[in-house]
Each structure stands twice: as structure tokens, then as C-alpha cells.
């Protein structure tokens, strides 16, 4: 199992290496001090396990699950002083809850939790956008994006790092990564996980509230009904 420890306490960490040395078939790929380098680094080391506090500056861990929503791996499970965060842990799909000080057995217990969701739940192949920045060819996964926004002949990817601009029509990201994106607009997808919320205007017009953005694309009448099923199904 790959296995990242994201705490903002370095003796945390230093503590939480010392265990998982005592554990059958665990490779640390990295121990991170926060929620955002965390996220960025997930396609490099592409862990199986997420060992997360919660109560950390910044990007925190109730943060990380949520951009995390829906996705197979990594399993997170959470590592933290405050058991009143049990409840929304689960809530937010850990797999497991640690209090700290951690005890080996519990990590234990842990991680061959985590092991026994992950042989049901076979690693996929991150989907990847290819598109061009700054005249040179890159690619983004799709994990990380936040909205898709059609601009003359190109599409704009905005993402957890910046912006790209993608090649292929909005039509024929739709038609490649059907479970993958919703339709807000004629001019605009979304990841379903990076859904938030709804907000309707005086006007009435309809707004998404999107994770990671503060961008507010307009929700046309006739997919309203569609995403206002899925908010009530997530």
C-alpha cells in the first residue's frame, strides 16, 4: 500500500513514520505539512492511502476529503487530537478514524480496512485533458479540474493550478467522460464532485457554487433539473 501523511505537525509526522515502519506491506511516498501541496501532489505519488489530520492551516483536512469526494483511491483516514470530528469524518467517506496520540494496533486495524476497500475497489487510470499553456503542450487530470468553460474555438479548463486551453469541443468532452461531467450551461461543465450548491438570483437566474473556485457559472433552465438531482443524491 502507498501510503502519504499529510500533518502540519512535523513530530507528528516524524511519529507516524516510526509506525508504519512496523507495518507489513506499506511504502511512505511522502509526508507533507499541508492540505494544498498535499493535493498537488497527488498524480506524482499517487498513494493509495491518505493519512490526514484535520485541524490544519489553510487547505485543512475536512477540505482535502471533500475535493476527494468520489474518487476510488486515495482512501483517506483521518489522524487527528479531537474525537467530536468522528461523526463528520465518516460523513465525508474516511475509511477510518485515528485519535492521536496513534496507537500501532489501531493504525493496524486501519490500514488492513483500507486494504480490504481497495482490492474491492481496483485502481483506475486517471483520465487525463491535454491542451496547451504558454505554447506548450501539457495535460492536467481531470481529478483536478474545477469547470469547463467553452471561449470561441477553445475551451478553457480551469483548474486547481491555473487555467488551461483544451482543444476538444465541450460536446466531445461530454461524450468521452460521460460519468465524469455534468452540463451546467451550453458553455460550461463541472466535475459533479466540485458541486457545491445552487444560488438563484432576484433575477432569477441560477448559479453553481463550485469547490476550489470562487467563480459562479449560470445553471440554464433546462439542466437545472438535473443538477439539482444530484445535489440531492450527493
Known amino acids: 500500500m502507498r501510503v502519504l501523511i499529510v500533518d502540519d505537525e512535523p513530530l507528528a509526522r516524524t511519529r507516524m513514520t516510526a509506525l508504519l515502519?512496523?507495518?507489513?506491506?506499506?511504502e511512505i511516498v511522502g509526508s507533507i505539512g499541508d492540505g494544498e501541496s498535499a493535493?498537488?501532489?497527488?498524480?506524482?505519488?499517487?498513494?493509495?492511502?491518505?493519512?490526514?489530520d484535520i485541524n490544519m492551516p489553510g487547505l485543512d483536512g475536512t477540505a482535502v476529503a471533500k475535493r476527494l469526494a468520489g474518487r476510488r483511491r486515495p482512501q483517506v483516514i483521518f489522524c487527528t487530537a479531537y474525537e467530536e470530528h468522528a461523526l463528520k469524518a465518516f460523513d465525508l467517506g474516511a475509511i477510518d478514524y485515528l485519535l492521536k496520540p496513534v496507537r500501532l494496533e489501531r493504525l493496524r486495524e486501519a490500514l488492513q480496512r483500507a486494504q480490504r476497500r481497495l482490492t474491492d475497489t481496483p485502481r483506475q487510470p486517471t483520465a487525463y485533458l491535454h491542451g496547451r499553456l504558454r505554447g506548450e503542450e501539457v495535460r492536467i487530470a481531470l481529478e483536478e479540474v474545477i469547470c469547463l468553460l467553452a471561449d470561441e474555438k477553445y475551451v478553457v479548463a480551469q483548474h486547481l493550478r491555473g487555467e488551461l486551453l483544451i482543444e476538444e469541443s465541450l460536446r466531445q468532452l461530454e461524450e468521452t467522460y460521460p460519468e465524469q461531467l455534468i452540463r451546467l450551461h451550453r458553455n460550461c461543465l463541472v466535475p459533479p464532485a466540485r458541486l457545491l450548491g445552487i444560488k438563484t438570483l432576484a433575477d432569477g437566474h441560477v448559479l453553481a457554487r463550485l469547490d476550489g473556485?470562487?467563480?459562479?457559472?449560470?445553471?440554464?433552465?433546462?439542466?437545472?433539473?438535473?443538477?439539482?438531482?444530484?445535489?440531492?443524491?450527493?
Open 21 to 26: 515502519s512496523e507495518c507489513d506491506g506499506v
Open 39 to 52: 493535493m498537488a501532489s497527488l498524480d506524482e505519488l499517487q498513494p493509495d492511502i491518505l493519512l490526514l
Open 213 to 234: 473556485s470562487d467563480s459562479n457559472p449560470e445553471i440554464s433552465r433546462r439542466n437545472l433539473p438535473a443538477v439539482r438531482k444530484l445535489l440531492r443524491l450527493s
